[in-house]
Antibody, heavy 125, light 107 residues
Framework: QVQLQESGPGLVKPSQTLSLTCTVS??????????WSWIRQAPEKGLEWIGY???????YYNPSLTGRLTISVDTSKNQFSLQLSSVTAADTAVYYC?????????????????WGQGTMVTVSS | EIVMTQSPGTLSVSPGERATLSCRAS??????LAWYQQRPGQAPRLLIY???TRATGVPARFSGSRSGTEFTLTISSLQSEDFAVYYC?????????FGQGTKVEIK
């Protein structure tokens, strides 16, 4: 079955760039069926959708983060990545990667059906 | 963006009792509404999509319904493993948005 795994530094200094990678196993990221998203959760807070990348390279970002955000796909490595620049303490969170079906099919789950376990990123000097 | 509002913030329920959680969308999302369960230290888990369809492996005690822009998640008889935080999320429009969560705690 498809599994997602986040990886990257757990500590980033203020004003620097946060970089994370999500590795997809058990399925091809190059499938045209899915969007590949990043979602974050600040400590003791709710969930915030960050943005997605599609296998073709098309992306869509949360307007609240546009300008600091880049999400990209590397089909050769079956990975997608997140880069968030000019980070502050407000970007401290658990970052999740997740899969969302683009095309609906009867009997197929919709929305974010598979999630990574999450990785904690702290922004601090 | 579409604002999702969940109520109550915390629900205290005894094991074996019914729990009813609410979610309201600020505008129509059709039935493009999902519910997730999040236990401490874990990633969210998809429970319900399409407002009322249970995801694979989700027990039948979980059910979802829709009335206009109001959505309900019902847990018919709470088990110990159901005490968690529950989030609703719309996937009708971009950006995807979540409710703030309802914590179901042991009474």
């Amino acid at each position: 079955q498809v599994q997602l795994q986040e990886s990257g530094p757990g500590l980033v200094k203020p004003s620097q760039t946060l970089s994370l990678t999500c590795t997809v196993s058990g399925g091809a990221i190059s499938s045209d069926v899915y969007y590949w998203s990043w979602i974050r959760q600040a400590p003791e807070k709710g969930l915030e959708w960050i943005g997605y990348a599609y296998y073709s390279g098309h992306t869509y970002y949360n307007p609240s983060l546009t300008g600091r955000l880049t999400i990209s796909v590397d089909t050769s490595k079956n990975q997608f990545s997140l880069q968030l620049s000019s980070v502050t303490a407000a970007d401290t969170a658990v970052y999740y990667c997740a899969r969302e079906r683009k095309y609906r099919l009867p009997g197929a789950p919709e929305s974010f059906d598979i999630w990574g376990q999450g990785t904690m990123v702290t922004v601090s000097s | 963006e579409i604002v999702m509002t969940q109520s109550p913030g915390t629900l205290s329920v005894s094991p074996g009792e019914r729990a009813t959680l609410s979610c309201r969308a600020s505008q129509s999302v059709s039935s493009d509404l999902a519910w997730y369960q999040q236990r401490p230290g874990q990633a969210p888990r998809l429970l319900i999509y399409g407002a009322s369809t249970r995801a694979t492996g989700v027990p039948a005690r979980f059910s979802g319904s829709r009335s206009g822009t109001e959505f309900t998640l019902t847990i018919s008889s709470l088990q110990s493993e159901d005490f968690a935080v529950y989030y609703c999320q719309q996937y009708n429009n971009w950006p995807r948005t979540f409710g703030q969560g309802t914590k179901v705690e042991i009474k």
